[in-house]
């Protein structure tokens, strides 16, 4: 870890880190936020596990690499939300994202997955090309662009959070 931890986590809460010693108020915000993505997004298990595996690998976060909503998200204390939203992944499903192979995607979380590179990498580019948002609202609806775009902003500030600090590395999921 980046920065010390003087207190240890005794209440096994997974999230807990620097944050609920030096910024309690924010870390907490952040973690409901992350929270909630997982509780209300309505867009399909494997779409959204698309992007954020597409966000993990830019962010570098090796939890982010390693979590898998359906097995993680209930350690959390959420038994419903986005975990219910269909189809499970598979380890392969996710083997092929890490290793940069989209041939088993369908249009949607192919979509996803670029919808979450350009956001990442190149926001600026994203907002101001009109083609890539022709075609992605031709597959997907407004509402369901706004629950991408909320999840992967969540996933890039918490992820970035965890690389950065290095908490990445010190995590037990």
Not at 11 to 35: C, K, R, T, W
Not at 64 to 69: E, I, L, M, S, V
Not at 92 to 99: G, N, R
Request: glycine residues 8%; proline residues 3%.
């Amino acid at each position: 870890m980046r920065i010390e931890v003087a207190k240890s986590n005794q209440d096994g809460n997974l999230m807990a880190g620097p944050g609920d010693i030096y910024a309690p108020e924010i870390s907490s915000a952040g973690n409901e936020f992350a929270s909630t993505i997982y509780r209300h997004s309505r867009l399909s298990l494997r779409t959204f596990e698309a992007a954020r595996m597409a966000t993990a690998i830019i962010n570098g976060c090796l939890i982010c690499k390693n979590w898998r909503a359906h097995r993680d998200v209930p350690k959390l204390g959420i038994q419903t939300g986005v975990i219910d939203n269909g189809a499970i992944p598979d380890e392969e499903f996710y083997q092929a994202l890490l290793d940069d192979d989209l041939s088993s995607l369908d249009k949607k979380e192919k979509l996803a997955v670029e919808f979450a590179r350009l956001m990442g990498t190149a926001p600026k580019e994203l907002s101001a090309d009109d083609e890539f948002w022709k075609e992605l609202k031709l597959s997907f609806t407004d509402a369901e662009i706004t629950d991408l775009t909320y999840s992967i902003a969540g996933w890039m500030g918490m992820g970035r959070v965890f690389h950065v600090l290095g908490m990445d590395q010190n995590c037990s999921v």
